[in-house]
């Protein structure tokens, strides 16, 4: 499942470093290529919890396969668009399955290694994300520069077509969780505990995209790194992340609200400190390091949290909060444009953190003991 997270992550994110020479062949602008972004993400966050729920009751291993062979088939097409039109339904296609994907797989995971361990489970899958964004995306960029974009989908579907079989062939046969009878899945969105931590979700991705959608023009215009090598210092950024990824996983089955607000707390510092360390790189990269380790462990943290919180339907709840981080990316990313306009790129880290202090004051109100309720 990590194996094919990364495919499936490399084929949603792939596409940004893809934008100048598809727009180039297919003759458009930029702009216009760059709404695939935007209609990737705004469909997985919209369609994802009804899509999730729907297919709650299919065999997970045949899912899978399933979910595998759509994203091969929406790469070949890809790699055959004649114009932007069939490139978006190609891109409109995967971007259904992507979170049904996810949360099935994240309480797969789970089912898997049992209740004790899921946040433990559920961190090796989410290093497919981690490997994605640290090797998928600069690799895959590099080969569309050897072999051309059309080519490099043309990779991924063969490599999501082996993976649907490397599933058939080796995963366990697993069933549906058994939902009790009468019980329905969209009982959880009358909780309101449960639509808190969704918010918090958005809150958190929010705080983390606000900034890291611009850390590689922050680290060539503030911090005067060549444009040659802001890839590397990237790249950097993702390798550390995949330790915070590990941690993550590892603290978050004990308190989840409390590993939410420590790695906030971290990641507020990480945003503060690489702003003040622009002039000085030793201290740039140990600043960088501190926000992609809090960065990354936020993933794996967000996504047990709002499982647990929604237990008696985990599929529903870890779809719902992937919908929760693309509202996130979106929204940081526009209030992070915004305040580039308003007030200059060094404005970033300080909204971040100030929506990083909101997300926190949120964990800790639900963190308070529920008063008792009188009989």
Same mark, same amino acid.
């Given at each position: 499942?990590?194996?094919?997270?990364?495919? /499936?992550? %490399?084929?949603?994110?792939? $596409?940004?470093?893809?934008?100048?020479?598809?727009?180039?062949?297919?003759? /458009?602008?930029?702009?216009?290529?760059?709404?695939l972004v935007s209609l990737f993400?705004?469909?997985?966050?919209?369609?994802g919890?009804?899509?999730?729920?729907?297919?709650?009751?299919?065999?997970?291993?045949?899912?899978?396969?399933? /979910?595998?062979? #759509?994203?091969?088939?929406? *790469?070949?097409?890809?790699?055959?668009?004649? *114009?932007?039109w069939v490139l978006a339904l190609a891109r409109f296609i995967p971007a259904l399955m992507l979170p049904v994907f996810w949360g099935t797989a994240s309480e797969t995971a789970g089912q898997l290694a049992g209740p004790k361990h899921a946040g433990r489970a559920v961190a090796?899958?989410?290093?497919?994300?981690?490997?994605?964004?640290?090797?998928g995306i600069p690799l895959g960029t590099l080969a569309a520069d050897t072999f051309g974009w059309r080519n490099t989908f043309w990779i991924l579907s063969g490599l999501s077509v082996l993976m649907a079989g490397m599933i058939q062939a080796f995963m366990p046969a697993l069933p549906a969780p058994v939902t009790k009878a009468g019980e329905k899945q969209?009982?959880? @969105?009358?909780?309101?505990? @449960?639509?808190?931590? #969704?918010?918090?979700?958005?809150?958190?991705? %929010?705080?983390? @995209?606000?900034?890291?959608?611009?850390?590689?023009?922050?680290?060539?215009?503030?911090?005067? /790194? +060549?444009a040659a090598q802001v890839g590397w210092w990237l790249m950097g950024f993702g390798a550390v992340g995949m330790i915070g990824n590990w941690?993550?996983?590892?603290? #978050?089955?004990? *308190? +989840?609200?409390?590993?939410?607000?420590?790695?906030?707390?971290?990641?507020?510092?990480?945003?503060?400190?690489?702003?003040?360390?622009?002039?000085?790189?030793?201290w740039l990269a140990l600043a960088l390091a501190v926000w992609g380790l809090a960065y990354t462990a936020l @993933? +794996? $943290?967000?996504?047990?949290? #709002?499982?647990?919180?929604?237990?008696?339907?985990?599929?529903?709840?870890?779809?719902?909060? &992937?919908?929760?981080? *693309?509202?996130?990316?979106?929204?940081?990313?526009?209030?992070?444009?915004?305040? &580039?306009?308003?007030?200059g790129l060094p404005s970033l880290s300080y909204l971040a953190a100030g929506i990083a202090v909101q997300a926190i004051m949120l964990a800790l109100a639900m963190a308070r003991p529920r008063p008792a309720t009188a009989r």
């Amino acid at each position: 499942m990590a194996v094919a997270a990364f495919v /499936i992550v %490399t084929t949603e994110y792939l $596409i940004l470093g893809l934008l100048p020479a598809l727009a180039q062949d297919l003759h /458009i602008s930029i702009s216009a290529a760059g709404q695939l972004v935007s209609l990737f993400a705004f469909t997985v966050m919209l369609f994802g919890p009804f899509l999730t729920a729907r297919l709650s009751q299919v065999g997970r291993k045949g899912l899978f396969v399933a /979910i595998l062979l #759509v994203f091969g088939a929406s *790469n070949a097409l890809a790699a055959l668009s004649a *114009n932007i039109w069939v490139l978006a339904l190609a891109r409109f296609i995967p971007a259904l399955m992507l979170p049904v994907f996810w949360g099935t797989a994240s309480e797969t995971a789970g089912q898997l290694a049992g209740p004790k361990h899921a946040g433990r489970a559920v961190a090796k899958v989410y290093l497919g994300i981690s490997a994605a964004l640290v090797f998928g995306i600069p690799l895959g960029t590099l080969a569309a520069d050897t072999f051309g974009w059309r080519n490099t989908f043309w990779i991924l579907s063969g490599l999501s077509v082996l993976m649907a079989g490397m599933i058939q062939a080796f995963m366990p046969a697993l069933p549906a969780p058994v939902t009790k009878a009468g019980e329905k899945q969209s009982a959880i @969105f009358k909780d309101r505990r @449960f639509l808190a931590h #969704v918010t918090l979700s958005v809150l958190v991705f %929010t705080a983390m @995209f606000t900034a890291y959608t611009y850390l590689a023009d922050m680290l060539e215009r503030l911090a005067g /790194i +060549p444009a040659a090598q802001v890839g590397w210092w990237l790249m950097g950024f993702g390798a550390v992340g995949m330790i915070g990824n590990w941690i993550g996983g590892r603290v #978050v089955d004990g *308190n +989840p609200l409390g590993a939410t607000v420590v790695f906030l707390l971290l990641l507020i510092g990480g945003m503060l400190a690489t702003l003040l360390a622009v002039s000085k790189h030793g201290w740039l990269a140990l600043a960088l390091a501190v926000w992609g380790l809090a960065y990354t462990a936020l @993933f +794996p $943290i967000c996504q047990v949290r #709002v499982m647990k919180a929604g237990s008696s339907a985990q599929a529903l709840a870890a779809s719902m909060n &992937i919908s929760a981080a *693309n509202a996130g990316t979106g929204l940081g990313a526009i209030a992070g444009g915004a305040a &580039i306009a308003q007030l200059g790129l060094p404005s970033l880290s300080y909204l971040a953190a100030g929506i990083a202090v909101q997300a926190i004051m949120l964990a800790l109100a639900m963190a308070r003991p529920r008063p008792a309720t009188a009989r």
